[in-house]
């Protein structure tokens, strides 16, 4: 029987932080003409370091049946950091658009990297159901 943990690994996690990184570049985009507005950010190695550390999870999910998919808890191990701009705005904003712009791009290039990766896998296991 294939285990979905060994299919999926680590990419569960990791499109889930990329996409929460997503959603936090875009608002430092969004906000980058909002007065005192602080742009922040998180280490995304660090916080997929912490989503796939074996820790004791207050919330534990126990299968019933052997052909149950294993399910992972949503995990909330992201640290959000301000951002100390390189030159910072008169109005005390610190989105450096340039800077954004890039990591957004990098961040959206690495997601949609993931997708393929596991878009591949599935494909794979498809053909493997289909020849059997």
Do not use: C, W
């Amino acid at each position: 029987m294939i285990s979905f943990d060994k299919v999926v690994g680590v990419h569960e996690n990791a499109l889930y932080l990329r996409n929460q990184r997503l959603k936090t570049l875009s608002d430092n985009l969004a906000n980058s003409d909002t007065p005192h507005y602080k742009a922040k950010d998180f280490n995304f190695n660090q916080a997929l370091k912490n989503a796939t550390s074996p820790v004791d999870r207050d919330i534990h999910l126990s299968r019933t049946n052997k052909r149950h998919i294993k399910l992972s808890v949503a995990f909330s191990g992201i640290d959000l950091k301000y951002r100390n701009p390189f030159q910072p705005a008169l109005d005390g904003n610190t989105v450096e658009l340039e800077v954004e712009q890039a990591k957004f791009a990098e961040n959206a290039m690495r997601y949609q990297a993931t997708l393929s990766f596991l878009g591949k896998k599935f494909s794979g296991i498809k053909n493997a159901f289909k020849d059997e």
